[in-house]
């Protein structure tokens, strides 16, 4: 933008070196014209470093919401429920519905209601019921 500044500069002293008479309504006018455009000029070069300024400080913000973005919405995998299927299932003591993952189910341990506190499923009652004695 110095480049605005210089030109109209350029534009005042080719009025100056003509020799104009600025007395004169053509001269007082060509005089006007000049001041608008450097005012202009000057606002110009102003306007491009504010936006240079707030075109930094939004680049910030956005490095920072991208950071904050991450760190809420990143998911793990043991967290993604979309592929987490779970087992509806009552409670035999207390009639209660309960969910369980399904994967519980692949571990060797009792499964217990978690509102009574009873074994709805044990890996043994099971190897019993499945074993063709």
Request: hydrophobic content about 35%; glycine content about 4%; aromatic content about 8%.
């Amino acid at each position: 933008m110095f480049d605005l500044s210089e030109k109209v500069s350029y534009i005042r002293g080719l009025a100056e070196g003509m020799g104009l008479d600025m007395e004169t309504n053509e001269g007082k006018l060509l005089s006007h014209i000049i001041d608008v455009l450097s005012d202009m000029a000057q606002a110009i070069i102003e306007l491009d470093a504010a936006q240079a300024e707030i075109e930094e400080y939004l680049e910030t913000i956005d490095e920072d919401l991208a950071d904050m973005e991450n760190a809420v919405f990143e998911k793990d995998d043991e967290d993604d429920d979309e592929n987490t299927y779970y087992i509806e299932v009552e409670c035999p003591h207390c009639h209660e519905t309960v969910f369980f993952d399904e994967d519980i189910f692949d571990d060797d341990n009792d499964i217990v209601c978690p509102n009574c506190s009873e074994t709805i499923y044990s890996e043994d009652e099971y190897n019993k019921e499945s074993d063709p004695d």
